[in-house]
T-cell receptor, first 114, second 114 residues
Framework: AQKITQTQPGMFVQEKEAVTLDCTYDTSDPSYGLFWYKQPSSGEMIFLIYQGSYDQQNATEGRYSLNFQKARKSANLVISASQLGDSAMYFCAMREARGGKLTFGQGTILTVHP | ETGVTQTPRHLVMGMTNKKSLKCEQHLGHNAMYWYKQSAKKPLELMFVYNFKEQTENNSVPSRFSPECPNSSHLFLHLHTLQPEDSALYLC?????????????FGQGTRLTVV
């Protein structure tokens, strides 16, 4: 069963605007971590932000913030003030405490227009 | 520079060839991973090593053979591959396999099987 779902194959945003990339997950493990990665065309996966299942506050890291809604099992990434260099593939991932595997969603291609 | 280095960056091989992919990390991490990324598919976890011991093999065909001689190095030996094995192969490492530790990725090896 798919544990991480990213329903937006592609997203477009105007430079300097904010954009939200959706991610929903499925787990029965009460302890887990949620991650977002950016993959530019070069192929490297760049870690952006982390949210723990027991964290009370939404994670923020510079222009990135994670909108964590535990009851809905969603962990959307919000990028504020988009820049041209933000154009890339974005992956949501989850690691359950039980098992330790890092499982990825299908990814969302973000294109930032000038 | 993520601290995880993969070589070669690009590889073209025939179906009867034998080649190896190399991954190296000097982050002091204990867990290392091989992922396969095919076009339009989520990242697929292939193998997990923890403290040099293989802890996971996700039903990977035997034509892929991993080797972890020490906690800093991970290899993926390839032999008699098929054209459908063409993909981006990503190596990652993490401090350990618990929920809140992010994985750091290399830039990947883009493999083409002809």
């Amino acid at each position: 069963a798919q544990k991480i779902t990213q329903t937006q194959p592609g997203m477009f945003v105007q430079e300097k605007e904010a954009v939200t990339l959706d991610c929903t997950y499925d787990t029965s493990d009460p302890s887990y971590g949620l991650f977002w990665y950016k993959q530019p065309s070069s192929g490297e996966m760049i870690f952006l932000i982390y949210q723990g299942s027991y964290d009370q506050q939404n994670a923020t890291e510079g222009r990135y913030s994670l909108n964590f809604q535990k009851a809905r099992k969603s962990a959307n990434l919000v990028i504020s003030a988009s820049q041209l260099g933000d154009s890339a593939m974005y992956f949501c991932a989850m690691r359950e405490a039980r098992g330790g595997k890092l499982t990825f969603g299908q990814g969302t291609i973000l294109t930032v227009h000038p | 520079e993520t601290g995880v280095t993969q070589t070669p960056r690009h590889l073209v091989m025939g179906m009867t060839n034998k080649k190896s992919l190399k991954c190296e990390q000097h982050l002091g991490h204990n867990a290392m991973y091989w992922y396969k990324q095919s076009a339009k598919k989520p990242l697929e976890l292939m193998f997990v090593y923890n403290f040099k011991e293989q802890t996971e093999n996700n039903s990977v065909p035997s034509r892929f053979s991993p080797e972890c001689p020490n906690s800093s190095h991970l290899f993926l030996h390839l032999h008699t591959l098929q054209p459908e094995d063409s993909a981006l192969y990503l190596c990652a490492s993490s401090r350990d396999r618990v929920g809140n530790t992010e994985a750091f990725f290399g830039q990947g090896t883009r493999l083409t099987v002809v």
